[in-house]
């Protein structure tokens, strides 16, 4: 079931693909944008269930449940396809590739290129300023962040850092329904936290009617994401790591993510 929302004159739609992936049709003033192509079929529908016709494909990064759909997608619309430049190599051929710091798109549907490795070295996000919309594939997911795979602990907080600075209005858009999972190891960092534990009983029950969960303002992340809250006293104090830098306590809480 494929999931409307409306984000100022943006046109989003929630596309669940194989078992867990998400991708994301925006609706824009330049025409309707792919985010990632995980499976070609859902896409397909949602399309033209909505009169729509395929503009250009955006991929975040080169993994291939984010990229699997390129090609049947791009025969079926004759669309040209963007990724990351550093990831040129392992994605399908690109029509553009993109760099960090590089913009497109006009009014609502202007878009920003962020940098945000840690999942993959050349990892992307695309964040809409003016739509207040940001696109975060398996960087920052809902209540987690993307397992480490090709970067550092480090690298990945600094680009947390850098999603997490963007005003909290934003809607995030993440890759993954791993919401649930991700809630209950939360609850092993913060299990007092009053604002996740009435997320979780949210999340629960969101995925017991089948809605997706991984649509959320940042604010929300902000209050309830460990992978965000490295820094907050109260979980450097729970953690034994009063002393430790903000990435060293990120580091043990991935690690403990990792074993979970």
């Given at each position: 079931m494929t999931?409307?929302?409306?984000?100022?004159?943006?046109?989003?739609?929630?596309?669940?693909c194989l078992s867990d992936n998400y991708a994301y049709?925006?609706?824009?003033?330049?025409?309707?944008?792919?985010?990632?192509?995980?499976?070609?079929?859902?896409?397909?529908?949602?399309?033209?269930?909505?009169?729509?016709?395929?503009?250009?494909?955006?991929?975040?990064?080169?993994?291939?449940?984010?990229?699997?759909?390129?090609?049947?997608?791009?025969?079926?619309?004759?669309?040209?396809v963007m990724g990351p430049r550093a990831e040129e190599a392992k994605l399908p051929p690109l029509s553009m590739a993109l760099d960090p710091g590089f913009s497109g798109g006009s009014g609502a549907g202007h878009c920003d290129v962020i940098a945000v490795p840690g999942h993959t070295l050349g990892h992307i996000a695309f964040h809409y300023p003016k739509a207040g919309a940001v696109f975060t594939a398996d960087s920052l997911m809902a209540l987690g962040c993307g397992r480490i795979f090709e970067g550092t602990p480090d690298m990945m907080w600094e680009s947390l850092s850098k999603l997490a600075a963007l005003p909290p209005e934003t809607m995030v858009y993440s890759g993954h329904e791993?919401?649930?999972?991700?809630?209950?190891?939360?609850?092993?960092?913060?299990?007092?936290?009053?604002?996740?534990?009435?997320?979780?009983?949210?999340?629960?029950?969101?995925?017991?009617?089948?809605?997706?969960?991984?649509?959320?303002?940042?604010?929300?992340?902000?209050?309830?994401?460990?992978?965000?809250?490295?820094?907050?006293?109260?979980?450097?104090?729970?953690?034994?790591?009063e002393t430790a830098t903000d990435a060293e306590v990120f580091a043990e809480i991935r690690g403990r993510k990792d074993r979970f």
């Open positions: 999931m409307p929302s409306e984000t100022q004159s943006l046109d989003i739609v929630t596309v669940p049709l925006v609706n824009g003033p330049d025409g309707v944008a792919l985010i990632d192509a995980p499976e070609a079929g859902p896409i397909v529908d949602a399309l033209e269930s909505r009169g729509w016709s395929l503009g250009v494909i955006m991929l975040t990064h080169h993994h291939h449940d984010h990229t699997g759909a390129v090609a049947e997608l791009r025969e079926k619309y004759d669309c040209p791993y919401t649930k999972a991700n809630a209950a190891f939360a609850l092993t960092i913060e299990p007092d936290n009053p604002r996740l534990i009435s997320r979780v009983t949210a999340v629960d029950a969101a995925r017991a009617d089948g809605r997706p969960t991984a649509q959320v303002p940042l604010s929300e992340e902000l209050h309830t994401n460990p992978f965000l809250r490295a820094g907050v006293p109260g979980v450097k104090r729970s953690l034994g790591m």
